[in-house]
Antibody
Framework: EVQLVESGGVVVQPGGSLRLSCAAS????????MHWVRQPPGRGLEWISL????????YYADSLKGRFTISRDNSKNSLYLQMKSLRPEDTAFYYC????????????????WGQGTLVTVSS | DIQMTQSPSSLSASVGDRVTITCQAS??????LNWYQQKPGKAPRLLIY???NLETGVPSRFSGSGSGTDFTFTISGLQPEDFATYYC?????????FGGGTKVEI
């Protein structure tokens, strides 16, 4: 059974930093591109970032302006999101998602999602 | 960036109704479109990929169609468990993008 379990969401002050983690199991982690998607409470979904199966390529939403960094450790079946210079508008549930197709470089469909971890940016 | 315009933003329906949601892309995205269902407090669930293909385990009352810029998602015979919010998502170019969502209510 595929499982994605996010952790690391807390209340953080504006300007602060945070690292989210996602522990994956039930599939061959290093065969799949992985993504982070976020959702402010009561609002819609926003794709944030992806990292290819080998960690060789990363892409980000323009709105992040270099404040977030995605990474993975295939030896630990784990995905990460390092966030810095956090703003109140970064308050959201952050979801770790898995690509539907292995070794995908263009067909980005999210077939499994974690339960989400809530990041609250507030003083 | 490609903009996804989803409509309506909400609708009221009854069990057994046929429900249709549309999603329009700001430019041609071929058939690179997915549909997701999200229930309150839960993560989204993939229902339809490549505009019209049903994900494994998804009931056949869900369907999708379209290509280019105009897409349609249909529930044929709304069930009580279908009351949720539905999102379209394109993957033709990066950045990936979602529609604003359609909340299906009683």
């Amino acid at each position: 059974e595929v499982q994605l379990v996010e952790s690391g969401g807390v209340v953080v002050q504006p300007g602060g930093s945070l690292r989210l983690s996602c522990a994956a199991s039930g599939f061959t982690f290093d065969d799949y591109t992985m993504h982070w998607v976020r959702q402010p409470p009561g609002r819609g979904l926003e794709w944030i970032s992806l990292i290819t199966w080998d960690g060789g390529s990363t892409y980000y939403a323009d709105s992040l302006k270099g404040r977030f960094t995605i990474s993975r450790d295939n030896s630990k079946n784990s995905l990460y999101l390092q966030m810095k210079s956090l703003r109140p508008e970064d308050t959201a549930f952050y979801y770790c998602t898995k690509d539907r197709i292995s070794h995908s470089t263009s067909d980005y469909s999210f077939d499994y999602w974690g339960q989400g971890t809530l990041v609250t940016v507030s003083s | 960036d490609i903009q996804m315009t989803q409509s309506p933003s909400s609708l009221s329906a009854s069990v057994g109704d046929r429900v249709t949601i549309t999603c329009q892309a700001s430019q041609d995205i071929n058939n690179y479109l997915n549909w997701y269902q999200q229930k309150p407090g839960k993560a989204p669930r993939l229902l339809i990929y490549d505009a019209s293909n049903l994900e494994t385990g998804v009931p056949s009352r869900f369907s999708g169609s379209g290509s280019g810029t105009d897409f349609t998602f249909t529930i044929s015979g709304l069930q009580p468990e279908d009351f949720a919010t539905y999102y379209c998502q394109h993957y033709d170019y990066l950045p990936l993008g979602f529609g604003g969502g359609t909340k299906v209510e009683i």
